[in-house]
Each structure stands twice: as structure tokens, then as C-alpha cells.
């Protein structure tokens, strides 16, 4: 039974998916203002490890405006605001000016073994496109910029993470610090390339990539090579996928 206040004990801003990312996110006046801390995770083998921090740092914004639009009172994302304003500050001070970065997302930030990843890219498209929505919501004046910076980031993420090819070309994993894109190919980069969310009206949000290129995209994911035989290759554990493909199918059966 849900709330009186209107929220479900399983909404993300309930459960603790928004509200807790809240309460970890760095508010001191410092150079990391704004981020949520994580701990690092293995990235796989072509790629150093990989700030968690990070990846819940600009999903919160792109979270929240989701959040509101599928039923989260406006009380309660106007008090999760604040923290999703933080998350898009953050966001535009690690990338501008360009400096060592190139205006690029880096990960880990600020120390470790430096890169800038095509996921921390796609989140960060996704946070500010998202994130200006929430924004104009609010009253905010600030949404034109993020729009305008997103817009920027789509011209030089599809030169610089896109590598060309005799088969039609390929996007790039990550840049390595300096700028040398690694070309390896896996579901997850693909994955969080397509997932643009949604905008205002359920309108599909811009990615980064063109039409040629998503068109690409697509064909390159349905080779046979790319087919594990548990899911899509790169990113997959067979096992949870198995578990997830179980999980699909008994969600899917008719209720008696």
C-alpha cells in the first residue's frame, strides 16, 4: 500500500536510490563540491579501474527529472534539487575549462590512472539534457547553458570518440590521457550510448551519436561476434545475465 503522502515504498526517491546518494554527495565548498563519493571498481581488461563516484554523480540529476515525471510529488523533488544542482555544477567545473581533459568528463577524478570513458560521456550528455528540464521546471535560468554545453559536447564527442574504418567505423571505449582513443567494443558502451532517457512529453532525449552513427551502432551489436550466448559481449556475467533473462521471462507470464 502506498504512502499517504503519495509516494510508494518502492519509489527510488523512497528507497533510498535518490535520498541516499544525497546524503553521501560532497557539500563542502572544495574542489570536489557536488560529487557523490564511490569506491573504485575493476573496468574490465582494456581500461584502469573506475570511479563509482562518478557514475552516481551524474545519473542523479537525469534520475530526479525521470523521477518527477513518472509521479514524485513536487515537494519532494523540489527538496532534492539542491543536490541535483550540485551534481550539474560539478559537472561543468570538472569540464570547463578544457585543460587536461579536453572538456571531457575524466575518471578516476581528480587522481588515479586518468582517462575520459565514453560511459562517463553518455552520463554526462544525459545529466545536463535531462537536468536543464528539471531546471526549467524550477524556474531556473540556468537550463539554456546546459543545453548549450551538451550541444558542444555532441560536436567533439563525435569526432574524437569515434574511430573510422573500412566497415563502416566503431565508437571508442575511452580516451586515454593522451587522447588516444581504445577502440574495444562492449555492451556497456553501446548500452549507455543508446539509452538517451526521455524528455518532456516522453519525447526520447538526443545522444550523442548521429543517425549514421547509431545506425552503425546497431549493425555492429548484432553480429554474430558480439552474441556470447548469454547476452551481448563485454560487460555481461553470464551468469546474471542467465539470472536476468530468467527473471524477464517469469515477469512476463500472465497473471493467473
Request: hydrophobic share 40%; charged share 20%.
Amino acid at each position: 500500500m502506498g504512502r499517504q503522502d503519495g509516494v510508494s515504498p518502492g519509489h527510488p526517491a523512497r528507497h533510498g536510490h535518490i535520498a541516499g546518494a544525497r546524503r553521501r554527495q560532497q557539500a563542502a565548498p572544495w574542489a570536489d563540491f557536488g560529487r557523490i563519493p564511490g569506491p573504485l571498481r575493476n573496468a574490465g581488461p582494456h581500461a584502469p579501474l573506475s570511479c563509482t563516484g562518478i557514475e552516481a554523480t551524474l545519473p542523479f540529476p537525469a534520475v530526479l527529472a525521470q523521477a518527477r515525471r513518472w509521479g514524485l510529488p513536487e515537494w519532494e523533488a523540489e527538496r532534492l534539487l539542491p543536490a541535483a544542482e550540485r551534481c550539474l555544477r560539478w559537472l561543468r567545473i570538472v569540464t570547463d575549462p578544457p585543460g587536461f581533459s579536453g572538456g571531457y568528463v575524466p575518471n578516476p577524478a581528480p587522481g588515479g590512472p586518468y582517462r575520459c570513458e565514453t560511459r562517463s560521456q553518455t552520463h554526462a550528455h544525459r545529466a545536463a539534457l535531462l537536468g536543464a528540464d528539471l531546471l526549467d521546471a524550477f524556474g531556473s535560468s540556468d537550463a539554456a547553458a546546459l543545453r548549450g554545453w551538451a550541444d558542444d559536447l555532441c560536436t567533439r564527442f563525435r569526432t574524437d570518440f569515434w574511430l573510422e574504418d573500412g566497415a563502416g567505423g566503431r565508437p571508442a571505449a575511452l580516451l586515454t590521457a593522451g587522447g588516444r582513443p581504445v577502440p574495444h567494443l562492449a555492451s556497456t558502451t553501446a548500452a549507455s550510448l543508446l539509452d538517451t532517457g526521455l524528455l518532456g512529453g516522453g519525447a526520447p532525449a538526443p545522444g550523442l551519436l548521429d543517425a549514421a552513427q547509431t545506425d552503425q551502432l546497431a549493425r555492429l551489436l548484432g553480429r554474430p561476434a558480439m552474441d556470447s550466448g548469454w547476452g551481448l559481449r563485454g560487460g555481461w556475467v553470464p551468469r546474471r545475465a542467465a539470472a536476468t533473462r530468467s527473471g524477464t521471462a517469469q515477469r512476463r507470464r500472465p497473471r493467473p
